[in-house]
């Protein structure tokens, strides 16, 4: 199930809860990466194990941060960018999105772009007992996990804007529904 993040009502930062996108595969030096094809990660998937409200340290994500993610790393092609550096760029590039919280029951399943950019953060003092939830990837059935070509997943639709490559247009005079706060 990937790593286990678990929250308990202390005070104090935890740590790890600085933006970030989740790396996806190995450098050739070992080091982590993500590529604009997402080998080795098809979506973040976040899994609560226990309820998990406002005061409960929810998963904060950058809302649409996934279209700026895909547009920065097309330069960088199959072979991916070093995650630390990228992760610094794509962490400016989206200050302005709207954060959202990733809250639900126990149960709940949050499938979540792996282009996303997120954070822990520190449980509320009013919470009333340790939040558990998991993290891993849901790794492709192929290798590279998106079809940059022919792909009709929403993910692989949204790298492929970040290349100019077509998709499918908008019903004539609709334009594009973002909510506000969306990058780009």
Do not use: K, N
């Not at 970030?20 to 450098?27: A, C, D, N, R, Y």
């Not at 226990?50 to 072979?79: I, K």
């Amino acid at each position: 199930m990937g790593a286990f993040p678990v929250r308990f009502p202390v005070p104090g930062a935890p740590g790890d809860d600085g933006w970030h996108v989740e790396s996806s595969l190995s450098g050739p030096d070992g080091g982590p990466r993500l590529s604009v094809d997402s080998r080795g990660r098809s979506l973040l998937m976040l899994f609560l194990y226990t309820d998990v409200g406002p005061d409960d340290a929810p998963t904060l994500l950058r809302s649409g941060s996934h279209h700026e993610v895909a547009r920065l790393l097309v330069p960088h092609g199959s072979a991916g960018a070093d995650w630390l550096p990228f992760c610094g760029e794509a962490v400016r590039a989206t200050a302005g999105c709207r954060e959202a919280a990733a809250t639900g029951r126990a149960g709940d399943v949050h499938l979540v772009s792996p282009f996303v950019v997120h954070r822990a953060q520190t449980m509320s003092p009013a919470a009333r007992w340790p939040r558990v939830i998991a993290q891993p990837p849901l790794e492709p059935a192929r290798e590279p996990a998106f079809d940059l070509v022919a792909g009709t997943a929403p993910v692989e639709r949204v790298v492929r804007e970040a290349f100019g490559r077509g998709v499918r247009a908008a019903p004539r005079g609709s334009a594009p529904r973002r909510p506000p706060g969306w990058c780009r």
